[in-house]
């Protein structure tokens, strides 16, 4: 079958599952409540808005063994305070001894006393009573204006890939941001601090800062707020998010979550004749191989990329920067019918296809061309160009530094399948 161009629903659909999970603070679906899964969901995408195009959301299956939703254990059960007249917010409550369980009203409780003063309009949590992670999300006013906050709280194994990431910024050629640092703590946990926007093309001036922290035991703990009621679809209620990035410290870094994540139920251990995810290329010999593999006449300005599965460069011919993405993920058979449906055959099974595409962060005049390859023992290799240094700014060239012929044969190198 002839390589051609394709657009999937089902990836469209899949990318924005991640995008707008918990998509309002209103839900009655106890999944879309997990906070801790929408913010590791976020903080993944922030990361890997790699590949890129239609192609994004089910690029992230294979990336790093997960996708970090909400728990696979869905427990209907959920602990809320309801929402009722705005109360005024008390910082002398006492936080919680340590208990083998925490309530939803513990965790809210405790969460409020470490915000300032201010008026509550709406709350809910949830407590350490089911599998689901803990999480407190209220609405939250301190005369400036309301604006959402969430917390979420989970565990992570430690010193895993997972635990490395999440408290590592995002690369600002893929994510713009006002600021962002990610430093070691004295005991040992990594804390990030992140002031970005919801949207990063900007189209809406809704903010969203975040703390990540995760310690040395495995401890996860995620704090977002919003300069709006609500993370999408709510007007701009206040310049800024409430809290600045030293309470935004204060709060993700309180012994009281550590306790909370202790008391958490333990899931149940995987069968030991169940296979671990693949591990991916990491993400340095990527960015390695791709620069050994680009044509004559390309110079390499920047490059980035994270732990395993991705890389990126930006290039110049002489005719200004043009962003190279690639993904490699071993263990991508089952998107084969997904992805790859109309897809070309090699004679060694490789499938492969190619695609031109608009670029999806907000670059007036932005491409992306493409070439995907999937072979026959599952490992997938997709690589994008760009007319542009940063999928997030304007167009500076009429196309990408690189042919899809050229995209083509870096995808169906052999030091792919060297490396993974």
């Given amino acids: 079958m002839p390589e051609n161009q394709h657009h999937d629903l089902f990836e469209d659909r899949f990318a924005a599952a991640l ?50 939703l909400p728990s696979d254990a869905a427990d209907p059960r959920r602990t809320s305070a309801a929402a009722g007249p705005a109360t005024t917010a008390s910082p002398s409550a006492a936080s919680p001894s340590p208990a083998t369980a925490f309530s939803g009203d513990d965790v809210l409780r405790s969460l409020k006393e470490l915000l300032p003063r201010g008026t509550y309009l709406e709350e809910e949590a949830q407590g350490t009573e089911s599998l689901m992670p803990p999480h407190a999300r209220v609405v939250f006013d301190d005369g400036g204006g309301a604006a959402a906050v969430g917390l979420s709280l989970d565990r992570v194994e430690p010193g895993s890939e997972q635990a490395r990431e999440l408290a590592n910024c995002p690369d600002e050629a893929l994510v713009p941001h006002d600021d962002c640092t990610s430093a070691k703590l004295p005991d040992g946990s990594r804390l990030m601090l992140f002031r970005g926007y919801e949207y990063p093309d900007r189209r809406v001036e809704t903010r969203w800062w975040n703390a990540e922290l995760v310690t040395p035991q495995g401890h996860h703990v995620s704090l977002s707020e919003w300069n709006a009621p609500a993370q999408k679809d709510a007007p701009v209620s206040r310049p800024r998010p409430p809290l600045t990035v030293e309470q935004l410290k204060e709060v993700v870094t309180a012994d009281v979550w550590r306790r909370v994540v202790d008391a958490m139920p333990r899931s149940p251990k995987p069968s030991v004749t169940g296979q671990a995810p693949p591990a991916g290329m990491p993400g340095r010999a990527i960015a390695d191989t791709l620069a050994g593999l680009l044509p004559d006449g390309l110079t390499v300005i920047a490059e980035g990329g994270q732990e395993s599965g991705y890389a990126h460069l930006v290039v110049d011919d002489g005719k200004g920067g043009s962003l190279v993405q690639i993904n490699v993920q071993p263990g991508m058979g089952d998107v084969a019918g997904a992805l790859f449906g109309d ?16 670029g999806e962060k907000g670059g007036a005049g932005v491409v992306m061309w493409t070439a995907d390859t999937l072979r026959p023992d599952g490992l997938r290799v997709v690589v994008s160009a760009f007319n542009t240094a940063a999928q997030h700014e304007d167009a500076t060239r009429d196309a990408p530094a690189l042919t899809l012929g050229q995209l083509r044969e870096i995808a169906l190198s052999t030091e792919w399948d060297a490396g993974a």
């Fill in 343 to 358: 897809a070309g055959t090699r004679p060694d099974g490789t499938l492969v296809t190619t695609r031109k595409s608009p």
């Fill in 19 to 68: 995008r707008d999970t918990g998509h309002s603070f209103r839900t009655d679906d106890p999944a879309a409540l997990v906070t801790g899964g929408r913010a590791r969901g976020r903080r993944t995408q922030l990361r890997r808005t790699a590949v890129l195009g239609g192609a994004a959301g089910v690029a992230l299956v294979g990336v790093g063994g997960a996708l970090l």
